[in-house]
């Protein structure tokens, strides 16, 4: 089907259709690495970001324990510092999760999480854009579990220094036992707490590289299709291309032939037969009567032929003016089945005519349907047999006015139909039956038909015969002025 | 064939699909004493030049089933006679068109272009032709 569709296009359209696909494939290309640049990028962020966090998580924990044996207010600072780190990443996160999220701050808790500012974009965009894909979803979820964890932290941490800096009784052994013991405990508790931390940073690592490892495969997976497609499509366009040219070098070589042979041949003949009336013996009057008749044949021919190419020439200019007036079918289809008195007589064929009563007058252009009738009726007869029946009908079909034109003639081969409508196409049987045809009747009764809104069909049997049935809708044909 | 007369006609073969051409060709040369016998392909053509050995042929290039070159290729391939027999090609392709090999091939005696030929010009290049033949003298 999408071949059959190509094959209809004119040569500019495919053209711009395969520039236009290679250009998508381009561009998906490149998406594809910008994407993955991203992504990759943003993982060794987050990963880079998970051991900054880690290391200031341990280094505050291991401050705050040495607060609870040095009571030096030197090592709670150094605690609180640490823990700025985790903080900073933790007001990102809280940003990054809202459905409006502010740039400014997300980057200042970034940058205070002791990322590099560079990363602050990519670290963004793979939260933003990824956060419903799995394994960023179980890392966030992990690092959200890490920020209610370093909570509790800073709630011993804050409980540790209040029991350090409360001034108790010093002298009192009963109430210091009391403190070291609620201190031990307290420092038992962030011991806890660091472990599961621990626990959670593997995860929240270990997570992000499967990640990163199932990005890759999918990047690579995508980037071989689109290798393969953007290779397949070369091969394609070479071949199509190569095709293109043997085709055109195909129809010049037709149209040579077609130029020399129908125009150079009837030529000849007009003078070749003038040079024999010339001469200077005696001619019967019977010979005589018949180079004259093939003089005024051989220049109908000709006459025939020149208004055909300036048709084809029209119909690809987009000159072919169509210009409807208010008329009566019937009577331009008499008019074009009369001019037939000659051939229809040479080959003993009947042409019967089925009108429909009453059809209204609608807006036509005689001359496009002279062209259209006058081609499909030349066609029925010529490929009629000798002695057989042609059918012209006309009838309303909703909001159509159909034109048939059948014969029971050679038929089109089936494996030719497919081509019937090509410029300078003429099928096996036709060429064999008559080598006198330019292949071109067909090519402009399709152009033709389209261009003023109507549409053209077939049926064909080889050996049985073919009907054309034109349907022109009943609002009248479309207007075609001349391009300035 | 009469060959006590000295009025021997010259046998000539016109291969030629279109038909007014070949009838104008026929009565021209019928006219001025020849025998003249018409193919309206190479098929045929070579099938009558087989079996009648015309002395000269008038050879057309685009014919249905088997072209001019094509017929004249086997014939120069078939016999001796085929070898020699005089052959006045006359078509509208010029030589320009992807033929001028086949045509060199073939050995034409002439090879004309038929919207630039008149019926006496093609009447005299036939003369010609034939000049090498001495039997044929007599017309």
């Keep these: 089907v999408i071949i059959k ?29 910008w994407l993955s640049m ?31 044996v040095t009571f030096d207010e030197v090592d709670y600072q150094a605690y609180r510092e640490f823990l700025q780190v985790p903080l900073g990443d933790k007001q990102a996160r809280l940003e990054l999760e809202k459905k409006e999220y502010n740039y400014e701050l997300t980057r200042q808790g970034i940058i205070q999480g002791g990322n590099s500012p560079d990363d602050v974009d990519d670290m963004i965009f793979l939260y933003r854009r990824f956060r419903r894909v799995s394994y960023m979803d179980i890392a966030i979820r992990d690092w959200a579990q890490g920020d209610a964890l370093i909570e ?13 800096s ?36 593997n995860h929240f690592s270990a997570t992000l590289s499967e990640g990163s490892r199932w990005i890759r495969d999918v990047l690579f997976v995508v980037t071989i299709i689109l290798s393969i497609l953007l290779g397949s499509f070369t091969l394609f366009i070479s071949l199509y291309i190569s095709q293109m040219i043997v085709e055109v ?63 084809v020439s029209r119909i690809e200019m987009g000159t072919f003016v169509v210009n409807p007036v208010m008329s009566s079918l019937t009577s331009l289809i008499d008019e074009v089945i009369a001019s037939f008195a000659v051939q229809k007589m040479k080959r003993n064929i009947e042409i019967q005519k089925q009108y429909q009563e009453g059809l209204p007058s609608i807006a036509i252009d005689p001359q496009t349907i002279r062209i259209v009738v006058s081609n499909l009726l030349s066609n029925a007869i010529k490929y009629s047999y000798d002695g057989g029946k042609v059918t012209v009908s006309l009838s309303k079909k909703g909001s159509f006015v159909q034109i048939k034109v059948q014969d029971e003639g050679i038929g089109i081969p089936k494996s030719e139909q497919g081509r019937l409508f090509e410029k300078f196409f003429r099928a096996s049987n036709a060429k064999t039956l008559d080598t006198d045809g330019s292949g071109l009747g067909l090519y402009i009764v399709e152009s033709v038909v389209k261009n003023v809104g109507g549409t053209l069909s077939y049926t064909s049997a080889e050996g049985k015969g073919t009907s054309f049935i034109v349907s022109f809708p009943l609002e009248g044909l479309k207007k075609k002025r001349k391009k300035e | 064939m009469d060959t006590t007369a000295a009025k021997v006609k ?35 053509g070579l099938e009558m030049a087989t079996s009648d050995h015309p002395d000269v042929i008038i050879l057309d290039i685009l014919m249905p089933k ?41 050995l034409p005696t002439f090879y004309l272009i038929k919207a630039d030929t008149t019926m006496q010009g093609l009447s005299d290049k036939v003369k010609e032709a034939l000049a090498t033949q001495v039997n044929a003298t007599t017309v």
Excluded: C
């Design chain 1, 5 to 33: 569709w190509l094959r209809k296009l004119s040569v500019a359209k495919k053209l711009a259709i395969i520039i236009s696909l290679i250009f998508l494939i381009l561009l998906l290309g490149l998406a594809n690495f």
């Design chain 1, 38 to 68: 991203r992504i990759m990028s943003g993982i060794r962020a987050y990963v880079g970001g998970e051991g900054l966090w880690s290391k200031s998580q341990k280094e505050a924990v291991t401050n705050l324990i040495r607060y609870s």
């Design chain 1, 152 to 164: 509790k932290l800073m709630d011993k941490g804050e409980k540790i220094h209040a029991i350090i």
């Design chain 1, 166 to 201: 409360t001034t108790g009784d010093e002298d009192d052994p009963m109430a210091q036992d009391v403190r070291l013991d609620e201190l031990s405990e307290l420092v038992m508790e962030v011991y806890a707490l660091d472990k599961e931390l621990t626990t959670l940073e």
């Design chain 1, 249 to 311: 070098d195909k129809k010049k070589n037709e149209f040579i032939y077609l130029v020399s042979h129908q125009l150079k041949t009837p030529l000849t003949s007009s003078s070749w037969y003038s040079e024999l009336l010339l001469q200077d013996h005696k001619i019967d009057k019977e010979k005589r009567r018949s180079y004259l008749l093939e003089i005024s044949n051989t220049n109908k021919r000709m006459v025939d032929l020149v208004n055909t190419l300036l048709n």
């Design chain 2, 10 to 44: 010259i046998k000539m073969l016109i291969v030629e699909d279109e038909v007014p051409l070949a009838t104008a060709m026929k009565d021209q040369f019928e006219r001025e004493g020849y025998q003249v016998v018409t193919a309206g392909n190479g098929e045929d």
């Design chain 2, 66 to 106: 088997s072209s001019g070159l094509d017929m004249l290729h086997r014939l120069r391939e078939q016999d001796e006679y085929g070898k020699n027999v005089k052959v006045v090609i006359l078509t509208n392709l010029d030589t320009s068109d992807a033929i001028l090999k086949d045509v060199v091939e073939t």
